[in-house]
């Protein structure tokens, strides 16, 4: 069983940075597709970002060359970094695994959620 436990969220102004991490147990983090998602109030959970287990990466166009994922495989541990947030980018932010792939961008693969973690950006 895959456990995920999100951290790094808050409340910040505009332009500023945020790093979430994302700390995996109880499974092979090294092989599998890790991935960002968020839901914002009344919106469908959409995938920000996602890394594959050799390091492939992919953004959504909204966060595209403001937003980096990595992943730190000695320590099971992914990470997202933010900068220059936006008031749009306020939402839920959840880490999921995708324990049967090494790359995925489908979400029906993800079967591990975190909890989720806050980001609420102010104007």
């Known amino acids: 069983q895959v456990q995920l436990v999100e951290s790094g969220g808050g409340l910040v102004q505009a332009g500023d940075s945020l790093r979430l991490s994302c700390a995996a147990s109880?499974?092979?983090?090294?092989?599998?597709?890790m991935g960002w998602y968020r839901q914002a109030p009344g919106k469908e959970r959409e995938l920000v970002a996602a890394?594959?287990?050799?390091?492939?990466?992919v953004y959504a166009s909204s966060v595209k060359g403001r937003f980096t994922i990595s992943r730190d495989n000695a320590k099971s541990t992914v990470y997202l970094q933010m900068i220059s947030l936006k008031p749009e980018d306020t939402a839920v932010y959840y880490c999921?695994?995708?324990?049967?792939?090494?790359?995925?961008?489908?979400?029906?693969?993800?079967?591990?959620w975190g909890q989720g973690t806050q980001v609420t950006v102010s104007s």
């Open positions: 109880g499974g092979t983090f090294s092989s599998s597709s």
């Open positions: 890394i594959s287990s050799g390091g492939n990466t």
């Open positions: 999921a695994a995708a324990v049967r792939f090494s790359w995925t961008m489908r979400t029906r693969d993800y079967d591990y």
